[in-house]
């Protein structure tokens, strides 16, 4: 079974706390550091909210944020708690039974994930990234990668639903507003269709990575 193994979230960690700085950081049942406890738009943990087919999006108090404890479900590593990247691979093995591999980053998703991994036989799922303004459509399961100029991270939600005929997208996130959401979706966004092109209308964005099964 693929995992994603303890010492690589460890790396994944190092590397996040050389740019927060360690102040920021906690391990496993040590008290959460004022970052994590203070001036929080939800308390850290809390539930946001939860999208079709129950998939739970929980607090990281703010971007700034990090805890090193890593979530896992039957015995597969979904990532540190309460981040972007852990939800997206969350979302991904409880809906398809799929998982990609580490990154230090979310916005390294665009460059270095090219494939999910289905846990049950350790088939490879091709991933498409479609930059914003392809003729691609997006699609429920597809992965919205943001640039690392947003949070110096870049940051990445799910879409979940797509709604051609009001042109917006809902999408189920951790970590980017820390908020609770307003019904079964974090946000939704407006598409606009120009030139043959679809356009996300959200800064940031690079573009969208759909799962070719």
């Known amino acids: 079974m693929h995992m994603f193994t303890q010492r690589s979230l460890i790396c994944a960690f190092v590397v996040c706390c050389s740019l927060l700085g360690e102040s920021t950081c906690v391990a496993a ?7 994590c406890s ?29 805890v090193r404890e890593v979530n896992t479900i039957d015995g597969t590593d979904t990532g540190l708690k309460w981040q972007c990247v852990e939800y997206a691979r969350r979302w991904l093995l409880i809906k398809r039974g799929a998982v990609f591999d580490d990154v230090e980053i979310a916005a390294d998703i665009w460059n270095k994930i090219d494939h999910l991994t289905q846990v049950s036989d ?18 429920v399961g597809d992965l ?25 997208i809902k999408v189920g996130e951790q970590n980017f507003n820390n908020r609770h959401w307003p019904a079964s979706h974090a946000r939704q966004i407006d598409y606009i269709k120009k030139d043959d092109g679809y356009w996300i209308l959200d800064p940031f964005i690079i573009g969208w990575k759909h799962a070719v099964e």
């Open 29 to 35: 049942g040590e008290a959460l550091p004022k970052v």
């Open 38 to 66: 203070e001036q929080c738009s939800t308390p850290y943990g809390d539930v946001l909210g939860r999208s079709p087919g129950h998939v739970v999006a929980f607090s990281n108090c703010s971007s700034g944020c990090v």
């Open 122 to 139: 350790q088939t490879v799922i091709p991933l498409i990234g479609h930059l914003n303004g392809s003729d691609q459509l997006p699609g």
């Open 144 to 168: 919205l990668v943001y640039a690392n100029a947003l949070y110096g991270t870049g940051h990445v939600a799910v879409i979940i639903s797509v709604d051609p005929k009001e042109n917006l």
